[in-house]
């Protein structure tokens, strides 16, 4: 049976290294990466995923742009989307990322908004709850 | 109790950390060099991304010299020599504990 693949996206090479091996080690999932919204679309339109982690300050394309870019594929209307995001705790008003709280990106249309730092076994159990029940987790 | 993980795994979680804290050497150096050049924009991205990925690999004092840096520049502030001072020291301390010599 074939994992539960992940579309991993997230400029940072750093970052994209940590949750492949993460959610490929500890999680089993299978995991593709992209740096940024356009190689990230070449992808979906390739093979769909099962979930898509998207970063959420990428330049050109932000995450929430992107999310509209996925959705506007028709085999991608229904895939769970979570954000990843280290600017959660930028909650200031005078801040110009002040509009990417929590709720805001969920009502972007994210299934879920992940900090970061994570813990490995968090990441891979918010990942797995997103997998849909047809899928192997 | 938490699960016990496999030893293999967690060998090769140090290994990736320890690459990492070599890479982070050159990332402190570009956000100084970013700074020094006056590029507020790309030191601020450069901090951003720092801040995220030390936290992440599991070095939160690098990961908060680099927020304070990010801050600063978000706020408009000028980024004085102690914050620039703080993110090398945290660097150092990084490279440190892999066992490298900054």
Same mark, same amino acid.
């Given at each position: 049976?074939?994992?539960?693949?992940?579309?991993?996206?997230?400029?940072?090479?750093?970052?994209?290294?940590?949750?492949?091996?993460?959610?490929?080690?500890?999680?089993?999932?299978?995991? &593709?990466?992209?740096?940024?919204?356009?190689?990230?679309?070449?992808? =979906?339109?390739?093979?769909? #995923?099962?979930?898509?982690?998207?970063?959420?300050?990428?330049?050109?394309?932000?995450?929430?742009?992107?999310?509209?870019?996925?959705?506007?594929?028709?085999?991608?209307?229904? =895939?769970?989307?979570?954000?990843?995001?280290?600017? =959660?705790?930028?909650?200031?008003?005078?801040?110009?990322?002040?509009?990417?709280?929590?709720?805001?990106?969920?009502?972007?249309?994210?299934?879920?908004?992940?900090?970061? #730092?994570?813990?490995?076994?968090?990441?891979?159990?918010? =990942?797995? &709850?997103?997998?849909? #029940?047809?899928?192997?987790? | 109790?938490?699960?016990?993980?496999?030893?293999?795994? *967690?060998?090769?979680?140090?290994?990736?950390?320890?690459?990492?804290?070599?890479?982070?050497?050159?990332?402190?150096?570009?956000?100084?060099?970013?700074?020094?050049?006056? *590029?507020?924009?790309?030191?601020?991205?450069?901090?951003?991304?720092?801040?995220?990925?030390?936290?992440?690999?599991?070095?939160?004092?690098?990961?908060?010299?680099?927020?304070?840096?990010?801050?600063?520049?978000?706020?408009?502030?000028?980024?004085?020599?102690?914050?620039?001072?703080?993110?090398?020291?945290?660097?150092?301390?990084?490279?440190?504990?892999?066992?490298?010599?900054?």
């Amino acid at each position: 049976m074939t994992p539960a693949t992940v579309l991993v996206v997230d400029d940072d090479e750093d970052i994209r290294r940590l949750i492949s091996f993460a959610l490929e080690r500890v999680g089993h999932f299978r995991v &593709r990466l992209a740096a940024d919204a356009q190689q990230a679309l070449a992808l =979906v339109q390739e093979e769909r #995923p099962d979930v898509v982690l998207l970063d959420v300050s990428m330049p050109v394309a932000d995450g929430p742009q992107t999310l509209s870019l996925m959705r506007a594929i028709p085999s991608m209307r229904d =895939v769970p989307i979570a954000f990843l995001t280290a600017g =959660v705790e930028i909650s200031e008003s005078d801040s110009p990322n002040a509009h990417r709280s929590v709720a805001a990106l969920l009502r972007a249309g994210a299934c879920d908004v992940i900090a970061k #730092p994570f813990v490995f076994e968090e990441l891979c159990e918010r =990942v797995r &709850r997103l997998v849909p #029940p047809t899928v192997v987790r | 109790m938490p699960e016990a993980r496999d030893p293999t795994l *967690d060998a090769l979680l140090a290994a990736e950390r320890a690459e990492y804290a070599k890479r982070s050497e050159l990332r402190v150096a570009e956000i100084v060099t970013l700074l020094r050049a006056g *590029d507020s924009s790309g030191a601020r991205r450069g901090a951003h991304k720092l801040s995220g990925s030390a936290g992440t690999y599991g070095y939160p004092w690098l990961s908060k010299a680099a927020r304070a840096i990010e801050t600063a520049l978000v706020r408009g502030e000028p980024v004085g020599q102690g914050l620039i001072d703080d993110l090398r020291s945290a660097g150092a301390a990084v490279l440190q504990s892999v066992g490298e010599t900054p």
